[in-house]
Structure formats: structure tokens, C-alpha cells
């Protein structure tokens, strides 16, 4: 008898535990059709920018005053801002024609780092169709006057007001970088998150020396990075009342097993996809499965977590003995 792949992620049931995270893949129907029939549980579109709101409240805004200096009577004729509809309407579509195109979870992406309206949207996101929402935060502390306490209220006073407006799952897409990673999934839970994605890919500029600029720089992530959340996974598994998704690195069955085996309800995949097309899904699928059947595993759910901290032999391996250990075995022909 095979394995059972299925697994629950956010309250959602999954046929596997492999999503498709926010990538230009998920961003228009023709592609998430073949990303659902290649196998894949879910999907994240890709993130709707605090940005792109803002720019278009704001162009809307000044198209509704443009002339009134001319007209003091004018200023009460133009509706308030809050009774006009704005927003980006092509991601509101594209929600609504994922959820008729296919049968998986469509789960929406939102990105910023400031409380205010733009959190607001994520009603009319809920209202399109979507079946959660992922807040992706995105911020750097580069003031020298900010304090992490500040910066971890900013996060979660951002999940608190999202949940305030609606009532399909939130997801957090965590930072790698706060000093007590544990503490802060376990307010990000307690402000109204479903679960946690472990972690945020920070993408880091360049200098281009032929031009002496400045310049954004994507490099798609590897096997090797899917470690960091292999780690707090194992860590957070069964501490804290919240769906666990691993991003970045995940390339290989070999690694959304590991992901599994350290607790993650599923793994989300962008980079491999985007080098090896929507079919590489079938082929993580399989390899899971197989290895599963080899090891007489029944189910996902049987394995997911068997070798988290709190299950593993060793649990001092997730923390400082295990960085000790690796230093001092590693060897080179140069020593």
C-alpha cells in the first residue's frame, strides 16, 4: 500500500505537502494550470506590493483634486477616499480567476512593512477568493535609532490588524533575523497568525563596477540554505499552535523530506521550478513518496516531525553543541 501524502497546512487539506510559493510561475493561469497538474497542493501568488497600493490610492487622490484650487466649492463634491475604490484591481482578478481555473488552495501574498490601509486590502482579498493570506514582511532597521522592540511591535501589530479585517488563515512570512527567534513566532501565533514561514529570503544589492551603482541582485536559492529551516522548524515543532512552511532551498526530495522529518506541515518550492519548469513537482512527489514506501512510512502526517527537537535522540544537535561539533571536525587538505 503507498504512502499517505496528504497533509493540512493553515486548516487547508493538502494532497501532498508540496506548494508552489510566490514566484512569476504563479502569476498567471496558464502556468498554475500546469503547476496543478503536475501535483502541486497549493498555491502562493505572487506578492501585492504596499507599494503598488499606495501608488495608485495616491494617483486616484490627486486625479479627484486636480483643479479644486480653482474651485473653492469644488472641495465638497469629490467623495472621500475611503468610499472610492482603489487598489489593484488586476491582482483581485487574478484571484478570482485562479479559484475558477483550478481546484488547489489559491493563497494571496501581501508585502510591506507599515501599518495603515494597505492592510486593509486584505479584506478585499478574502472577498476575491483567496483561501489565506500570506504577509510577507519585508523591512530593514537601518536607523540607528531603532530598537528591536519597536521593529517586533511593528510586526506584530501588522498580523493583529490583518486579522482584525478578515477571517480566512494568516501567514507570517518570518524574518531569519530577530535575536529570540523562538519568543517572536510565539507572539506572531498569539497576534492571530496560522502559521509561519520559515524564512524570509532577504534578496541583498550589488555594486556594479563598471557602472559604480548600485544594483538589485536575484540569485535563486540552493540546497545548502534550506538548513536555516530545517533548524528553528525542529525548534518551534510542537511549541508553538501554528502551521510550519519551509521556503528556500527545498530542491530535491531528499530535502522536503528532511523539511518533513523536521517538522514542516509543507514545503514551498520557487527556485527549482524556475530552473527546471512546473514539472519538477511530479518528480518531488515521487521521489517522497518512494522513499517513504522503502521505510514503511503509512502517512505525511506519521513522519512530519519525527525528528524535531522534541522527538529527535538528540536534541542538543539544534543548538549550540552542534555548531561546537562542526567546527571542530571540519578538515582540509590545506591543514
Keep these: 500500500m503507498s504512502a499517505d501524502l496528504r497533509s493540512r497546512y493553515l486548516g487547508l487539506a493538502l494532497r501532498n505537502p508540496i506548494v508552489a510559493s510566490a514566484s512569476p510561475l504563479t502569476g498567471n493561469i496558464d502556468s498554475l494550470k500546469r503547476l496543478e497538474a503536475a501535483g502541486v497542493a497549493a498555491v502562493v501568488l505572487p506578492s501585492l506590493f504596499e507599494e503598488q497600493i ?85 523591512y530593514v532597521a537601518t536607523g540607528l535609532d531603532d530598537r528591536s522592540v519597536e521593529i517586533e511591535q511593528r510586526y506584530i501589530d501588522l498580523v493583529a490588524a490583518i486579522k482584525s479585517d478578515v ?32 524564512f524570509n529570503r532577504f534578496l541583498q544589492p550589488d555594486i556594479l563596477l563598471d557602472e559604480l551603482e548600485v544594483s538589485p541582485h536575484l540569485v535563486l536559492s540552493t540546497s545548502d540554505e534550506l538548513r536555516l529551516a530545517l533548524r528553528w522548524i525542529a525548534i518551534l515543532r510542537g511549541r508553538v499552535p ?7 532551498g ?29 514539472g519538477h513537482v511530479a518528480a518531488l512527489i515521487s521521489g517522497v513518496e518512494k522513499w517513504m514506501n522503502e521505510r514503511e512510512y503509512v502517512s ?22 552542534n555548531y561546537m561539533k562542526a567546527l571542530i571536525s571540519y578538515t582540509s587538505e590545506f591543514v
Excluded at 484591481?89 to 501599518?115: F, M, R, W
Design 167 to 198: 477571517k480566512i488563515p494568516i501567514a507570517v512570512k518570518v524574518s531569519p533575523y530577530f535575536s529570540a527567534m523562538a519568543n517572536m513566532a510565539s507572539r506572531l501565533v498569539k497576534a492571530g497568525a496560522s502559521g509561519l514561514v520559515l
Design 54 to 138: 499606495e501608488h495608485e490610492e495616491m494617483a486616484t487622490h490627486n486625479l479627484m483634486l486636480s483643479g479644486t484650487e480653482m474651485s473653492p466649492e469644488a472641495h465638497g463634491f469629490f467623495p472621500e477616499m475611503q468610499n472610492y475604490r482603489t487598489g489593484p484591481e488586476n491582482y483581485l482578478k487574478l484571484i478570482s480567476d485562479a479559484k475558477q481555473a483550478i481546484a488547489v488552495p489559491v493563497i494571496a501574498s501581501l508585502n510591506g512593512h507599515t501599518p495603515g490601509g494597505w492592510t486593509q486590502f486584505a479584506k478585499q482579498l478574502e472577498q476575491a477568493g483567496a483561501d489565506a493570506v500570506e504577509l510577507n514582511i519585508y
Design 300 to 321: 505525511v502526517e506519521q513522519m512530519k516531525g519525527s525528528l524535531s527537537q522534541q522527538s529527535c535522540p538528540d536534541p542538543a544537535a539544534f543548538e549550540r553543541a
Design 242 to 248: 501554528a502551521s510550519l512552511a519551509a521556503t528556500g
Design 250 to 278: 527545498a530542491h530535491t526530495p531528499d530535502d522536503v523530506l528532511k523539511l518533513l522529518l523536521a517538522g514542516a506541515d509543507c514545503v514551498m518550492v520557487a527556485s527549482s521550478l524556475l530552473r527546471k519548469g512546473p
